[in-house]
């Protein structure tokens, strides 16, 4: 048996779709502990590191989540989207194995967000010499949908307490709770809009009226520019690009890039879900209580992630 962190477990009667409240939001932190056991693999062996408190300047993971953004920007950016595709080329996962591509080079949001966060592993790794990043989680928690997998939570479950990758993470102990208006380049946001659907993005930066990015909240911001992957499914007209969402209350105004519009701003964080990945050496600081064994596998819900923004 190998020790392993599984995520604090609600069940939710209702769905994330909900009316907008004020705009207001409190940062909110996870104190959930304990742990709980799952069989090893053959041939994988995942001891949890134990891991010391990380120092002032080794807190947050950002800067490699957005060296991540640049790279697959200039590499595998507008290569199509589609619901069915997860990642946009095979992820080698140090010496574990590889993590295989589906219907590359096509993905979709929740794919991307953890595309995201892979390149982010290997950039820091290669940066730092730091592979002990890889035995935190098995592969296969990557490549599963259950309870006990990172990615069964990041593609959205609410009855794994998950509305998004900031759950994911924070479900894991990889990750905290961020307010909106304290978010940092580089952080984690899944939406909903007023249409129903939804999207994992990562956040860029605030925008006010105009589109204009501001270096941090205040009274003009109206919304955020994002890296995901939408639009269509034709390379060129889809797949890894920016996006600038914007709040409903503000209406659709023009912007220089294009919008995601009719988005819900709300203080209810399975409504906008909102935190930031920490730095490896700060991982696993929260181990929540084991879930129930009955909990099924996640199913994606492509219709909800249907990739289409206002200007695709």
């Known amino acids: 048996m190998l020790n392993?962190?599984?995520?604090?477990?609600?069940?939710?009667?209702?769905?994330?779709?909900?009316?907008?409240?004020?705009?207001?939001?409190?940062?909110?932190?996870?104190?959930?502990?304990?742990?709980?056991?799952?069989?090893?693999?053959?041939?994988?062996?995942?001891?949890?590191?134990?891991?010391?408190?990380?120092?002032?300047?080794?807190?947050?993971?950002?800067?490699?989540?957005?060296?991540?953004?640049?790279?697959?920007?200039?590499?595998?950016?507008?290569?199509g989207y589609d619901i069915h595709s997860i990642l946009t080329h095979d992820i080698v996962y140090h010496t574990y194995g590889t993590i295989p591509a589906l219907r590359p080079p096509l993905t979709m949001c929740v794919a991307a967000q953890m595309e995201v966060i892979l390149t982010a592993y290997q950039i820091y790794a290669e940066e730092t010499g730091d592979y002990s990043i890889y035995g935190y989680l098995p592969k296969r928690s990557f490549e599963g949908l259950s309870v006990a997998d990172i990615k069964g939570h990041i593609w959205v479950n609410p009855e794994f307490n998950s509305y998004g990758t900031a759950d994911a993470l924070i479900n894991f102990g990889m990750g905290e709770r961020t307010a909106f208006e304290k978010l940092k380049p580089g952080a984690f946001v899944n939406i909903n809009r007023t249409n129903r659907t939804g999207h994992a993005v990562t956040f860029i930066a605030y925008i006010d009226l105009k589109g204009v990015v501001q270096p941090e909240y205040n009274s003009s911001v109206v919304g955020f520019k994002y890296f995901s992957s939408q639009g269509g499914r034709n390379a060129g007209s889809g797949g890894f690009d920016y996006r600038y969402a914007v709040f409903s209350k503000f209406g659709c105004p023009t912007m220089p890039y294009k919008r995601d519009c009719n988005v819900i701003y709300s203080d209810d964080q399975k409504m906008l879900t909102t935190g930031t990945m920490l730095h490896p050496k700060s991982w696993g600081r929260l181990t929540p209580p084991p879930p129930p064994a009955s909990l099924k596998d996640t199913v994606f819900n492509g219709k909800f992630f249907d990739g289409a923004t206002t200007d695709d």
């Not at 995520?7 to 959930?32: H, K, N, Q, T």
């Not at 056991?37 to 001891?47: D, L």
């Not at 891991?51 to 950002?62: G, H, Q, R, S, V």
């Open 4 to 79: 392993f962190f599984a995520p604090m477990l609600f069940i939710f009667a209702s769905g994330a779709f909900a009316a907008e409240s004020a705009f207001m939001l409190d940062a909110v932190r996870s104190d959930a502990i304990g742990s709980v056991s799952v069989p090893a693999i053959e041939n994988e062996v995942y001891p949890f590191p134990v891991l010391k408190p990380a120092p002032p300047d080794e807190t947050y993971f950002n800067e490699y989540v957005l060296k991540a953004v640049d790279f697959l920007y200039a590499n595998y950016r507008l290569l």
